[in-house]
């Protein structure tokens, strides 16, 4: 009798686990997931430095990852006029206080507010994207970064830098209480390989083959003009537009300017006073390392 009637309080509680299961499954689910980083807001007045660094206005599309209480998304449509301003935050309160912010401003068929890890965020649509995360998670951003956004993209954060990925700017702006560190980047092009093009200075026609590594925005290069090479004395990589200055072997100084799309590098080169407009195709793809 004793072992049935323990066989009958197993079932019972078998049955009980199962149906819990099966009514309230979407408990586990509701869980608030841990941020990565405690929420420290931004002061308004360090927002808006941020948001005049980037040159938001009426064409950019402003990502802020780890967006809080929404602050810079709403700043940047209603202050700025950004045509959308979107923040990525994983805390679900947060996320419903920035709706509700945004309503009360008035932007919020402008602004959009999404609750969900934001390594699982695509973020190729943004123009500019605002940061404070800390080190370590700028360093892990960082591959997603160079992954899905477009060269000449504007990456601005708050009081820390990507690591190895220099930036091409720093700023320093007073808050309320203490000085503020602003970093900014541009997604640089991918510029690496080898690039040929002709041209006809003085009515001799010259054959240009360049040479490129990078790493990051950094490019390393190597120049000739009919097989003789050029002393460099500049190479310049900000977003899409490079640059490129230094002398050939008789002396000649010479200047290139030009945007890089895909594989081509389109602009103006300046050689002995004379301007050219020049084409490059790239023959050969290099790897760009970051």
């Not at 980083?37 to 007045?45: Q, Y």
């Not at 509700?100 to 699982?120: C, H, N, T």
């Amino acid at each position: 009798m004793k072992i049935k009637r323990l066989a009958k309080q197993l079932l019972i509680s078998l049955f009980v686990v199962s149906v819990s299961v099966s009514v309230w499954p979407s408990l586990a689910l509701t869980v608030e997931p841990e941020p990565d980083v405690p929420f420290v807001p931004t002061p308004m007045s360090v927002v808006m430095e941020m948001l005049k660094i980037a040159g938001v206005d009426k064409d950019d599309v402003v990502y802020d990852i780890g967006s809080g209480d929404g602050r810079i998304p709403i700043a940047a449509v209603s202050a700025f006029g950004a045509k959308k301003g979107v923040g990525i935050e994983i805390q679900t309160k947060l996320v419903e206080l920035s709706r509700q912010k945004a309503m009360k401003e008035g932007v919020a068929d402008r602004v959009e507010f999404i609750a969900r890890d934001l390594f699982l965020v695509p973020i190729h649509e943004a123009t500019v994207v605002t940061l404070y995360m800390g080190y370590e998670m700028n360093i892990r951003i960082r591959p997603k970064l160079f992954k899905e956004l477009k060269p000449g993209t504007l990456i601005v954060s708050h009081d820390f830098g990507m690591g190895e990925w220099r930036q091409d700017s720093t700023y320093t702006v007073r808050g309320d209480h203490r000085e503020h560190t602003i970093y900014y980047w541009v997604i640089p092009a991918n510029v690496a390989g080898t690039w040929k093009w002709n041209a006809n200075i003085k009515g001799k026609q010259k054959q240009f083959v360049l040479n490129a590594k990078q790493q990051f925005q950094e490019v390393t290069a190597t120049l000739t003009v009919n097989n003789k090479e050029v002393t460099l004395n500049e190479v310049r990589l900000l977003g899409k537009k490079l640059t490129i200055s230094g002398s050939m072997p008789d002396g000649q100084v010479l200047k290139f300017q030009g945007e890089a799309v895909s594989d081509a590098i389109a602009g103006t080169m300046e050689i002995a006073g004379a301007s050219h407009r020049w084409t490059a195709k790239r023959h050969a793809v290099g790897v760009v390392i970051h």
